[in-house]
């Protein structure tokens, strides 16, 4: 069966998620520099599809941790991130309190697939909506059973596959989104 165009009504996938909490897991943490030359830690979460009740599961939301303009002592155990924002979030992944690590990319690997609880909010930067996450904190379903999805599926099924934590590198990114 054919079809005809009707260009009218073409639509885009632009709305926002609602606020609240979304039960996600960990997918990556990549440190990027925007054109202005802001580094950020961006963590990419991907909606956990093991949850009861729970819409939009596979979606991703994001969160970036911007370096501090002026690290303390601590913050530059953690390559100029605030310590304090580094460790809550390991603290909900369920990261071992007093455990050494080498770097903060070996304290990002042990982040990957781990199950979280993020809270999106809206808010206005450049006249346009846009979602955040406000906070994150320990998930409510430590029992994760995310089924992950694999780039080489066209059809609906799922794969146990996990993602791998990304090597940091500094990418150039537009400065679309940076609240500065």
Same mark, same amino acid.
């Given at each position: 069966m054919g079809f005809k165009t009707n260009l009218s009504a073409a639509t885009q996938n632009d709305a926002l998620k609602p606020e609240g909490d979304y039960e996600c897991v960990i997918t990556a943490i990549e440190?990027?520099?925007? *054109? @202005?030359?802001a580094t950020g830690l961006n963590?990419?979460?991907?909606?956990?599809?093991?949850?009861?009740?729970?819409?939009?599961? @596979? =979606? %991703?939301?994001?969160?970036?941790?911007?370096?501090?303009?002026e690290p303390t002592e601590f913050d530059m155990q953690v390559n100029g991130y605030g310590f304090g924002q580094v460790m809550a979030l390991g603290k909900a992944a369920g990261l071992p309190d007093g455990k050494d690590y080498d770097s903060l990319k070996q304290f990002c690997e042990e982040l990957i697939n781990k199950p979280v609880r993020a809270t999106v909010k809206h808010d206005e930067y450049n006249g346009k909506k846009r979602e955040?996450?406000?906070?994150?904190?320990?998930?409510?379903?430590?029992? %994760? *059973?995310?089924?992950f999805k694999t780039a080489a599926? @066209? @059809? =609906?099924?799922?794969?146990?596959?996990?993602?791998?934590? =990304?090597?940091?590198?500094?990418?150039?990114?537009?400065?679309?989104?940076?609240?500065?």
């Open positions: 440190e990027k520099t925007t *054109k @202005n030359g963590i990419t979460m991907v909606i956990r599809n093991d949850v009861q009740g729970q819409r939009y599961g @596979n =979606a %991703c939301l994001f969160h970036t941790l911007w370096k501090r303009k955040i996450i406000s906070y994150i904190n320990p998930t409510k379903y430590p029992d %994760c *059973k995310h089924q599926q @066209n @059809n =609906a099924t799922t794969s146990t596959q996990q993602p791998s934590l =990304a090597d940091f590198e500094t990418e150039v990114l537009s400065d679309d989104g940076v609240p500065f």
